[in-house]
Nanobody
Framework: QLQASGGGLVQAGGSLRLSCTASGRTASSSTMGWFRRAPRKLREFVAAINWSGSNTGYADSVKGRFTISRDSARNTVYLQMNSLKSEDTAVYYC??????????????????WGQGTLVTVSN
């Protein structure tokens, strides 16, 4: 299972850090990712990381502003979000998948999803 937390209301330009804690078999997942669904839009990829943290990937829209990291000892993945914009407003989902691959941005690579946490960025 995956438990996401850390969402909330923040002003544009501000920061938030999301956390996703894995339990059970999910805790050993090789690839962890963050996705988001904005109002009236399809869910989209945000960031991904492999087990050791040596590989990461980001959507172009968040590069340079968001950082994904992983504490394997705590079975937790983080998404540090800086310089937030109104267009970052969305429900953010963490997901767990198998071995790292270049297709890390594809939803079908992930087999377990968390419940989502809402991030609202106000102007």
């Amino acid at each position: 299972q995956l438990q996401a937390s850390g969402g909330g209301l923040v002003q544009a330009g501000g920061s938030l850090r999301l956390s996703c804690t894995a339990s059970g078999r999910t805790a050993s997942s090789s690839t962890m990712g963050w996705f988001r669904r904005a109002p009236r839009k399809l869910r989209e990829f945000v960031a991904a990381i492999n087990w050791s943290g040596s590989n990461t990937g980001y959507a172009d829209s968040v590069k340079g502003r968001f950082t994904i990291s992983r504490d394997s000892a705590r079975n937790t993945v983080y998404l540090q979000m800086n310089s937030l914009k109104s267009e970052d407003t969305a429900v953010y989902y963490c997901a767990a998948g198998g071995a790292w691959s270049t297709r890390y941005s594809r939803e079908e690579r992930y087999n377990t999803w968390g419940q989502g946490t809402l991030v609202t960025v106000s102007n």
